[in-house]
């Protein structure tokens, strides 16, 4: 059975940088790709990038290029979200989740999940 | 990018009702369109994949249909369990994107 664990919560100050990591489990270290999604207080779903555990392909939402960062140790079944210049907007909660392993899409047949259990980022001075 | 747009925003009903929750796509995408269910203070679960597949485990009061651009999602008869939101995602393009979600509530 895939588990998908992640790192605690964080709390930062305006233009600080955060990292944060996603453990996959019980699944084949390199079949897998990881894509990380945030949500505001009380706000809906948001997209933000994915990369390919086997190949490090990565794709990001407009809105983060060039300010986020994801990377994976497919040995070690991790993936990780790093972002830089962080704001108050940057407030919100931050998931990954199990998705497909390679970049051209639609993958048919793929169950996407499961997700993390969510990391909390706090940005404030 | 794909925009999705869900409606309604929120959708009122009791106990035992049908509930019918719609998802529209600014272009086609196909039947890659998948329906999570996200409860309070947890993270999302998928439902349904590829327009109308059930994910497993997932209770058969549960159905998707759809291609192209429109999209729904049925539950036939509501629990109290599923008064929660659910969003749609496109996953025929990058950026994957989802829409802004349906609020099922008790009426």
């Known amino acids: 059975q895939v588990q998908v664990t992640q790192s605690g919560a964080e709390v930062k100050k305006p233009g600080d940088s955060v990292k944060v990591s996603c453990k996959i489990s019980?699944?084949?270290?390199?079949?897998?790709?990881i894509s990380w999604v945030r949500q505001a207080p009380g706000q809906g779903l948001e997209w933000m990038g994915w990369i390919s555990a086997r190949r490090g392909d990565t794709k990001y939402a407009e809105k983060f290029q060039g300010r986020v960062t994801v990377t994976a140790d497919p040995s070690a079944g991790t993936g990780f979200l790093e972002m830089r210049g962080l704001t108050s907007d940057d407030t919100a909660t931050y998931f990954c989740?199990?998705?497909?392993?390679?970049?051209?899409?639609?993958?048919?047949?793929?169950?996407?999940?499961?997700w993390g259990q969510g990391t909390r980022l706090t940005v404030s001075s | 990018e794909i925009v999705l747009t869900q409606s309604p925003a929120t959708l009122s009903l009791s106990p035992g009702e049908r509930a019918t929750l719609s998802c529209r796509a600014s272009?086609?995408?196909?039947?890659?369109l998948a329906w999570f269910q996200q409860k309070p203070g947890q993270a999302p679960r998928l439902l349904i994949y590829?327009?109308?597949k059930r994910a497993p485990a997932i209770p058969a009061r549960f159905s998707g249909s759809g291609s192209g651009t429109d999209f729904t999602l049925t539950i036939s008869s509501l629990e109290p369990a599923d008064f929660v939101i659910y969003y749609c995602?496109?996953?025929?393009?990058?950026?994957?994107?989802f829409g802004p979600g349906t609020k099922v509530d008790l009426k």
């Open positions: 272009q086609s995408v196909d039947i890659d």
């Open positions: 995602q496109q996953r025929n393009e990058w950026p994957f994107t």
């Open positions: 019980g699944q084949n270290t390199y079949s897998y790709g």
């Open positions: 590829e327009a109308s």
């Open positions: 989740m199990r998705d497909t392993p390679v970049q051209i899409v639609p993958l048919r047949d793929f169950l996407v999940g499961p």
